[in-house]
């Protein structure tokens, strides 16, 4: 399985950037994409996550401005984030949970660097 992160970069405060993750080598398929920042010195936390079927969850601070949504034909999920503000600068994780033979299997992917400046 592999995880591919895109589209971190500096922005400006008011921006907007779009995150892109992914996943290749998942045969039995992808139940959860998700997307996860962690700050240096903080724990890792979710942002958004989104089922094969399109139901969504959003950390509540984020409702509003962040945006999660999955293309299931190109096996890749998108975060879409507005309004961005400094304290949004993180590394940002993408996060799939896979259907396995026996069980479902939880990969990370390679962090993206999202920075935010005011």
């Known amino acids: 399985v592999q995880l591919q992160a895109s589209g971190g970069g500096l922005v400006q405060a008011g921006g907007s950037l779009r995150l892109s993750c992914a996943v290749s080598?998942?045969?039995?398929?992808?139940?959860?994409m998700g997307w996860y920042r962690q700050v240096p010195g903080s724990e890792r936390e979710m942002v958004a996550t989104?089922?094969?079927?399109?139901?969504?969850k959003y950390a509540d601070a984020l409702k509003g401005r962040f945006t999660i949504s999955r293309d299931n034909a190109k096996d890749t999920a998108y975060l879409q984030m507005n309004s961005l503000k400094p304290e949004d600068t993180a590394v940002y994780y993408c996060?799939?949970?896979?259907?396995?033979?026996?069980?479902?299997?939880?990969?990370w992917g390679q962090g993206t660097l999202v920075t935010v400046s005011s």
């Open positions: 996060g799939v949970t896979l259907y396995g033979r026996d069980d479902l299997e939880f990969y």
């Open positions: 080598r998942s045969p039995l398929g992808i139940r959860v």
């Open positions: 989104i089922t094969r079927t399109g139901y969504t």
